[in-house]
């Protein structure tokens, strides 16, 4: 029998798991707040989002723009954001990575 019945250590896990709770969800937050860019064609087209990958803004040089060719217009805008999404998906992992480090890989349902 656990001296004490066990109920500290329970009582300190549940205690453990409410503030990564709260930490996991004040980080989300943040990246939510923070916008990163990503750009393609040299700069041409410019994308932002937000930390969670939220398509919040583009910007695209009259240089980028022909009617003749809007095949390449478009993968540029493809090409700017996936990159700003890539970005994203690198400070999600700097903000959220260890906050679930302790999760032995990470828990079910969470995006890591």
Do not use: Y
């Amino acid at each position: 029998m656990i001296p004490g019945g066990g109920q500290p250590n329970m009582q300190q896990l549940l205690q453990q798991a409410q503030k990564m709770q709260q930490d996991l969800a004040q980080a989300q937050e943040e990246l939510a707040r923070t916008e990163v860019d990503g750009q393609a064609g040299g700069g041409l087209v410019k994308a932002t989002v937000n930390g969670s990958g939220e398509l919040r803004g583009l910007v695209i040089d009259p240089k980028a723009v022909d009617p003749e060719d809007t095949e390449t217009l478009a993968d540029l805008v493809v090409a700017a954001v996936q990159a700003a999404n890539e970005n994203a998906q690198q400070l999600q992992q700097q903000k959220l990575g260890p906050l679930t480090q302790g999760l032995g890989g990470g828990m079910p349902g969470l995006p890591f």
